[in-house]
């Protein structure tokens, strides 16, 4: 069984799981992402960016609200402009013996690898002294780590795009959680919804085939392409996505609720799932080539998942409980 200070493939959902262990409650990091509808599809592309951007998952925090209001959690979530407040939030629940979820911007946070801005990162804190904070963040990370606390308090008061006020947060689970089983269908059906009908183009299927006609062109969009090009490929394997711009989580998520249900349409979304996550791998690959031909052959690929995830969401959405 895995320990309280155990990293995971994804940061939200590592930070979920040790405050849900805190809790007494186990379940695995896909089940978290499951149960929090955490998937999804973003196409991004503004003046204000160098390149664009593709991701694959709700907005940060969202799956953690998804999940609360799924397994019936009590969700406290603190939000301040004060920086003594901020702390004052945290010390009180780690004093009480409480591990506490913090979102902030990995950029100053000390053992981070990669030192690029991202206000939506999110961490587990189970403990500090006078000079460190003592965090639980991915595997790739280093999962138990420490970092000063004042970088820390700097992660917490940065501004700019995805970031929040110093949010800070604790979960308490009921007594006796409501049935997974009888969780895992809306949780599901919420994620097609979403995902078949997504309010603009970006999003959804409609963005992973919108992706596939702008990736084509990609080499037009950038003055560096052997950093762009095999940066968009990095971020879309490895920055805490799990593999496979989160396909690989949230197929092994299908996996398990087809343990847990019989139907006919989840194992078809499961098989379309698996599918899907082999090809987002091989077009990370393509695109990280930075070749004009890899990227068309990447656009074609990508023509064919937004059909392939179109299917499996179809498939999912008729599930009933």
Same mark, same amino acid.
């Given at each position: 069984? +895995?320990?309280? +200070? ?12 040790? /405050?849900? *262990? ?31 951007? /593709? ?28 920086? *003594? ?8 629940? =780690?004093?009480? @013996?409480?591990?506490?979820? /913090? ?8 053992? $981070? ?6 206000? @939506? ?47 800070? $947060?604790?979960?308490?689970?009921? +007594? ?6 009888? *969780? =895992?269908?809306?949780? =599901? ?5 979403? $995902?078949?009908?997504?309010? =603009? ?25 052997? +950093?762009? /090009? ?9 920055? @805490? ?46 695109? @990280? ?33």
């Amino acid at each position: 069984m +895995r320990t309280d +200070r155990e990293g995971g493939r994804h940061c939200e959902t590592t930070a979920l799981g040790v /405050l849900l *262990r805190d809790q007494g409650v186990e379940l695995s990091e896909a089940m978290l992402f499951g149960l929090g509808s955490g998937l999804s599809f973003i196409y991004w592309d503004s003046k204000s960016l160098h390149f664009p951007f /593709l991701g694959g998952r709700v907005k940060p925090f969202e799956l953690t609200r998804n999940l609360a209001r799924t397994l019936e959690l009590e969700l406290l979530v603190q939000e301040t402009t004060s920086p *003594r407040r901020a702390w004052e939030n945290v010390a009180a629940s =780690i004093d009480a @013996g409480r591990p506490v979820g /913090l979102q902030l911007d990995s950029y100053y946070l000390e053992y $981070f690898s990669s030192k690029v801005h991202f206000g @939506g990162h999110v961490v587990a804190m189970y403990a500090y002294d006078d000079q460190d904070a003592y965090l639980v963040d991915t595997d790739q990370q280093g999962g138990a780590v420490s970092t000063s606390l004042s970088s820390l308090a700097e992660a917490r008061a940065a501004r700019g795009p995805m970031t929040a006020k110093h949010r800070s $947060f604790t979960l308490a689970a009921p +007594r006796e959680l409501p049935s997974q089983a009888a *969780r =895992i269908v809306p949780a =599901i059906n919420a994620c097609a919804e979403a $995902f078949l009908h997504p309010p =603009i183009a970006n999003l959804g299927h409609r963005g992973i085939e919108k992706a596939g006609k702008q990736v084509r062109r990609w080499l037009e969009r950038t003055d560096d392409p052997q +950093r762009d /090009l095999p940066q968009a490929a990095l971020l879309m394997e490895k920055a @805490g996505t799990g593999g496979a711009l989160f396909r690989n989580l949230y197929r092994d998520f299908l996996g398990e609720c087809t343990e847990l249900l019989d139907s006919r349409d989840l194992l078809t979304g499961h098989k379309l799932y698996g599918e899907a996550a082999t090809l987002w791998t091989e077009v990370a690959a393509l695109i @990280g080539t930075g070749d004009a031909q890899c990227l068309v052959k990447a656009g074609t690929i990508l023509g064919d998942l937004a059909r392939i995830e179109y299917d499996a969401m179809q498939a999912l959405s008729r599930l009933k409980a």
